[in-house]
């Protein structure tokens, strides 16, 4: 996996959140390190690398902790879809992409594989856990695909798919024309939304899109964070401006919050984090550094609401940090986040601007084992909370919490989260890879089982 880049601002190159600045990259990296967030950083080799959820102290890259491409079945059991050095497509893979849960439990991931000594690039594909071993995996792009004019994806870093409500997917890349692009592939053909060097509804160009911050925000809609091409009445006219945008068919790229602009209470935006999003019109949800501190916003119905700022008290105490990952979210805008009190890393549920507090540093994993670390969390439409945590000899696992109720395995809906209080599994994960749909359903890069 290719720079992926951080919710708090990255690097054009950067495949998650992706900004115009290369020289932010080390601040950024700190940031997430002090959250106790996941980053996924590397070189364009086979060599992937994962971030663990160890303090600034103690930081550390695992080469094999993103080795492997896992997903849960429909009876709640782990399943390998992918693994480095297996045979993929007629080569053999050196890389694994990010995933994406759709809708119907399938997974859409990136692979990048190599046949002899030729680099194949990256390619996207299919991963179905209730199929037959051998048959599994199928490439996502039709054979009878129709592209667009003046659309064709080069694919020289993983594009992280994203599923929409109906088996259409998005993802943002290079088009071969040097632009970036919003393309979406629906009912066997290829197009693109939107492109760099495209005008807002509001007028401003747009300079770079973020690469990994898309999602289905509805039909046809995609939300992701982009940059502006400043202009002489804004507040920094020198540099590229952030901005969070919605883009469709009908309705063209919309700017739906901009550095600069009010965020209400006094403040204005800095910069933003991943929007979260529901593959059905609904809310938006987001993070965002403003000049008095992190807050986290729901976008719904044309309006922003500031539902949650840094400062706010909570059971634990006042919060000094929200994290600008993805923030979980379920369909009646409940949403759930990293953040910390004291400089101590804890999850929070936020329904009705009340948040509350459901893991905490120092609280047992169902062995008894104290947890330290968190990664970002992630919402089933039960209300269920699924997370990656890493506990104080350093394992780090995914853990599930039903509403209201102690740790539970992660499993698909369809069993309920029925099984014992037991965590996912015991080979090394990648928290940063989790992807949850609203069943429950989810997949992650992972080390191979033991």
């Known amino acids: 996996m290719l720079p992926a880049g951080n919710a708090a601002g990255g690097s054009p190159a950067a495949k998650t959140g992706a900004g ?26 086979a060599c992937a690398f994962a971030l663990s959820l160890r303090g600034l102290d103690r930081a550390a890259f695992d080469h094999d902790r993103v080795s492997t491409l ?41 692979a990048q594989t190599m046949s002899g000594s030729s680099n194949d690039g990256w390619r996207l594909y299919i991963g179905d856990p209730n199929a037959a071993p051998g048959v599994r995996i199928t490439p996502a792009l039709g054979a009878t695909m129709v592209a667009a004019p003046h659309c064709s994806p080069v694919l020289k870093v993983d594009p992280r798919p994203v599923a929409g ?3 259409e997917f ?11 692009s919003v393309f979406m ?9 939107a492109r760099s060097g495209a005008r807002t509804v509001q007028g401003h160009v747009i300079a770079a899109l973020g690469f990994g911050s898309e999602q289905f925000a509805g039909p046809d809609k995609i939300v992701l ?29 919309e700017e739906l919050a901009v550095a600069g602009a009010s965020a209400g209470r006094g403040a204005r935006y800095v910069d933003f984090g991943l929007p979260a999003a529901l593959p059905y019109d609904g809310p938006v949800a987001f993070s965002a550094k403003t000049r008095t501190g992190e807050a986290l916003f729901i976008y719904r119905k044309g309006a922003v ?19 600008l990952e993805r923030p979980g979210l379920m369909r009646d805008a409940t949403t759930a986040v990293l953040a910390s009190v004291r400089h101590v890393p804890l999850l929070l549920v936020v329904a009705r ?8 540093r120092g609280q047992l994993d169902p062995s008894g084992t104290p947890l330290q670390w968190f990664g970002n969390p992630l919402l089933t439409g039960s209300g269920a909370m699924i997370f990656g945590a890493q506990d104080i000899y350093g394992n780090e696992r995914l853990y599930a919490l039903a509403p209201g109720v102690t740790f539970l395995k992660a499993g698909s809906a369809r069993v309920a989260y029925r099984v014992g209080p037991r965590q996912l599994s015991g080979q090394p994960v990648f928290s940063g890879s989790l992807s949850v749909n609203e069943f429950g359903d989810f997949a992650f890069l992972g080390g191979r089982r033991k």
Not at 305 to 321: E, P, Q, Y
């Open 353 to 360: 601007q009340r948040p509350r507090v459901r893991a905490r």
């Open 225 to 253: 964070k982009a940059w502006l091409e400043p202009w002489k009445r804004h507040p920094d006219s020198a540099r590229d401006v952030p901005a969070l945008a919605m883009v469709s068919r009908r309705g063209g790229i």
């Open 20 to 45: 115009p600045s290369a020289g932010r990259w080390p601040a950024a990296l700190l940031a997430l390190i002090l959250s106790g967030a996941t980053l996924l950083v590397g070189v364009r080799t």
């Open 165 to 167: 409500p109906n088996g």
């Open 305 to 323: 609401n500031r539902v949650l700022s840094a400062g706010k008290r909570t059971a634990a105490g006042r919060i000094d940090h929200l994290s």
């Open 185 to 193: 592939y629906a009912n066997d053909r290829l197009s693109c939304l």
């Open 170 to 180: 998005a993802f943002v890349g290079a088009e071969a024309s040097g632009h970036d």
């Open 70 to 110: 896992y997903a849960n079945d429909r009876d709640g059991r782990l399943v390998t879809l992918a693994s480095v050095g297996a045979r993929l497509n007629g080569g053999v893979v050196v890389d694994l992409g990010l995933p994406g849960m759709m809708r119907d439990g399938r997974v859409l991931f990136a």
